[in-house]
């Protein structure tokens, strides 16, 4: 009796290895195959971004849990300013979560965003944007973009980039990131983990947005006749 328990211990210890194994090499196969498939459509400096009428930023926190400066979010909100100063996009998108009336990422992001000089006619709030996926899918269904340069950190842009695509956008990111902020390993194991489950999301249990609501297309700014006709001035009298 005791030798049969033990063969039978031997192989649910055998099976639970080999179980833990193949999760490991699940978790690392999924999260390479976002990382190779997306590197291409990511660029670090906003210069080197491929322009896009509507930028999507994604929203996070403007504080941390310790009651400082989010350093995410504001590389996030600099990085978004350079791209409309420079022209690279002329809308964005700020979507994010507001599930209490206390937390208000959008509102977040719209103050800061003005704050430092963006027209609030370049700018549209999406309040049910609850996860990246979340985002993308209402970019996509609600705000009728086919079409969007992502905004955010390094770490989460081959997630965001590979979910649009995925969901047929043509979808190119743009890095924010603070070069003097280490991101932590807890974030970084969270992001790791978010890779595999969005491959889920996607293939296998067909997730749905938390809301998606009616279609709402984002009304670009119409260019003024000034807007026009100064470009052609200042080459006739600056040849």
Known sequence: ?????????????????AMLLLATLLFIAGNFWVLATTAAYIERKPQQCLPAKVGIVFGTSNWTRSGVRNPHFHARMRTATTLIDVAQVEHLLLSGDNRTQA???????????????????QLTMDFAGFSTYDTLVRAR????????????????????????????MDVTGCVADDPTINVEWGLRLREWTARVATLGD??????????????????????????????????RFNP
């Open 202 to 235: 996607l293939y296998l249990w067909g997730r749905e947005p938390y809301f998606l609501g009616t279609p709402e297309p984002i009304e670009l700014r119409k260019r003024a006749p000034i807007d026009l006709i100064l470009p052609s001035l200042d080459k």
């Open 103 to 121: 937390y208000n990422e959008p509102r977040a992001m719209w103050r800061e965003l003005f704050r430092r000089g963006v027209d609030p006619d």
């Open 141 to 168: 269904d609600v705000f009728q973009l086919d079409k969007a340069l992502l905004i955010t950190q390094s770490w989460h842009l081959p997630r965001a980039v590979y979910i649009g695509r995925a969901l047929g």
């Open 1 to 17: 009796m005791h030798n049969v328990m033990l063969i039978w211990l031997k192989r649910l210890l055998m099976s639970l290895g």
